[in-house]
């Protein structure tokens, strides 16, 4: 868990200015590339491509802290049904495990991911600024109530399962590939 912990924090220090830049084209605010950087840098300097980064920290600390020990469990019941624990399963079904341990991690770290987004975004659909963590907090349960912070939910759930998949079926078997070279 650690070592997810130092991974992600890591990770998002490209993860996130990516980001901004990306949603900000995503809901047409820019037209290009570098007209993004150009305008989030010279209005906030290096700053503005990190708003929202301790955010995304908070969501994908948990999501890998709930997701990589459910993948690990999942894969030894898998194991121990299959084998009796003799040996261990097939790539393609510990990306199933991956799978489904990354869906709920999604499902259970989407408000988490309703906040980011909106800090990232800066401002409501309306054009009215949110003003930090807990304004965001504040504003979705007065004006959408709790299941505002679950909007977007099935669309995460199914690409964080996709990718779970290509991602942890990719790892096994780079994993069983790689094993006899481990071996000498």
């Not at 929202?52 to 990589?68: D, L």
């Not at 709790?146 to 290509?166: C, D, M, Q």
């Amino acid at each position: 868990m650690l070592s997810a912990g130092i991974g992600e924090i890591s990770a998002c220090l490209v993860r996130v200015p990516t980001e901004i830049v990306k949603q900000r084209m995503q809901t047409g605010k820019y037209s290009h590339f570098t007209n993004a950087l150009k305008d989030i840098y010279g209005k906030q300097r290096l700053r503005g491509f990190y708003v929202g980064y301790f955010t995304t920290v908070s969501r994908e600390i948990p999501f890998s802290f709930i997701q990589f020990p459910i993948w690990e469990r999942l894969k030894t019941i898998w194991s121990e049904y299959q084998f009796n624990h003799q040996r261990d399963i097939a790539p393609w079904q510990a990306a199933l495990c991956g799978s489904v341990a990354g869906s709920i991690s999604a499902a259970v770290t989407t408000p988490l991911d309703v906040i980011k987004t909106r800090l990232m975004l800066q401002v409501d659909a309306h054009g009215k600024p949110y003003h930090g963590f807990w304004n965001i907090v504040s504003r979705v349960h007065a004006e959408e109530g709790s299941l505002g912070f679950f909007k977007g939910i099935a669309p995460r759930v199914t690409w964080i399962f996709i990718g779970g998949f290509f991602f942890f079926g990719a790892y096994e078997k780079s994993k069983s590939v790689l094993r006899p070279w481990w071996d000498y």
